[in-house]
């Protein structure tokens, strides 16, 4: 019989993997980085936090570092408006943290971390330089429709709290957005090698399961 571990989180049932395949992954990420992006509601701190409990990996999602800064009127008002923060202000705000000491020799996992074209090689030398080099980044596709049916399901047990950028007349411009923005940067990483596509229109636990199965794939053929 194989041995296995079992993952429980408040958000889905348990989840069962093969301790071999996860100690397989976690020898390849070593301290890297893993980068998840997708449109608003496609689960990208929901299994960002599921990835972070199995590899014991500080979570950094650029969504709540914002959230949680100190912010000028103007910039507030953008956050909220749902349009992306000036480049200048999110390395301000963000590539600090890369460094911080007790993130030293841990995998990192990064929730939109870098999502205007451009921002992307920037973020790979800043997690290049402090050790956590970015080894794949994840796509979670979602149907537009569908954001708006998750932030209908969420607003009804206010499970994400009151946050301006989920309203709804807040939704398209986000979409806009990500996808004139956003889906260039996801065109870089393809391009490196580095992207694993993963359809989020499923429970989570599937999308969790799809998810570790692409980086076991993935850490099975590194070379490194």
Do not use: C
């Amino acid at each position: 019989m194989p041995s296995y571990a079992v993952l429980y989180t408040g958000y889905m049932e348990n989840l069962l993997i093969s301790t071999e395949h996860l100690d397989k992954i976690k020898k390849w990420l070593g301290s890297g980085s893993i980068n998840i992006f997708g449109l608003p509601f496609a689960g990208k701190d929901t299994h960002g936090r599921e990835l972070a409990q199995l590899f014991d990996a500080p979570l950094l999602s650029s969504g709540e570092v914002f959230r949680n800064s100190e912010l000028t009127v103007k910039d507030q008002e953008t956050l909220d408006a749902g349009i992306l923060m000036p480049t200048d202000l999110f390395f301000k705000l963000l590539t600090p943290y890369f460094s911080k000491e007790e993130f030293a020799g841990r995998p990192l996992i990064l929730s939109s971390v870098g999502r205007w074209i451009g921002e992307e090689e920037r973020v790979m030398a800043a997690a290049e330089a402090s050790g956590h080099a970015i080894k794949a980044v994840i796509y979670l596709h979602l149907k537009e429709a569908t954001v708006y049916e998750r932030q209908a399901a969420s607003k009804s047990i206010g499970d994400r709290g009151d946050r301006p950028e989920d309203a709804v007349h807040i939704l398209e411009t986000r979409i806009h957005e990500f996808n004139e923005k956003t889906i260039p940067v996801i065109d870089v990483y393809r391009d490196k090698g580095l992207l694993i596509e993963v359809d989020s229109d499923a429970s989570k636990s599937e999308v969790l399961k799809s998810i570790l199965a692409r980086l076991f794939m993935v850490a099975s053929t590194s070379s490194e």
